[in-house]
């Protein structure tokens, strides 16, 4: 099997539209978090976003990862984020 140029152009293509949707989302959740100042729920988040909570965390990590000031609490038995 051959890989053609037309294919790795179509490779690259989806790969930088799906890393452009996870800045976008990850920016979608820092406008959300920075909203509020009583904070976010994981669900409230996920809902929003339309993920799975898996996502929302991943998104959170990389987000504090990468410098964003973030605080987690609970409240009322769920994880919360600000």
Same mark, same amino acid.
């Given at each position: 099997?051959?890989?053609?140029?037309?294919? %790795?152009?179509?490779?690259?293509? %989806?790969?930088?539209?799906? =890393?452009?949707?996870?800045?976008?989302?990850?920016?979608?959740?820092? =406008?959300?978090?920075?909203?509020?100042?009583?904070?976010?729920?994981?669900?409230? %988040?996920? &809902?929003?976003?339309?993920?799975?909570?898996?996502?929302?965390? &991943?998104?959170?990590?990389?987000?504090?990862?990468?410098?964003?000031?973030?605080?987690?609490?609970?409240? =009322?038995?769920?994880?919360?984020?600000?």
């Amino acid at each position: 099997m051959f890989l053609h140029a037309q294919d %790795l152009r179509f490779t690259f293509q %989806l790969e930088k539209s799906v =890393r452009g949707n996870q800045v976008t989302r990850q920016w979608r959740l820092v =406008r959300s978090l920075s909203a509020t100042t009583r904070g976010r729920s994981i669900p409230d %988040l996920q &809902r929003e976003l339309e993920v799975t909570s898996r996502t929302v965390r &991943r998104d959170l990590q990389a987000l504090e990862h990468a410098g964003f000031p973030l605080i987690s609490e609970t409240r =009322r038995g769920e994880l919360c984020g600000r």
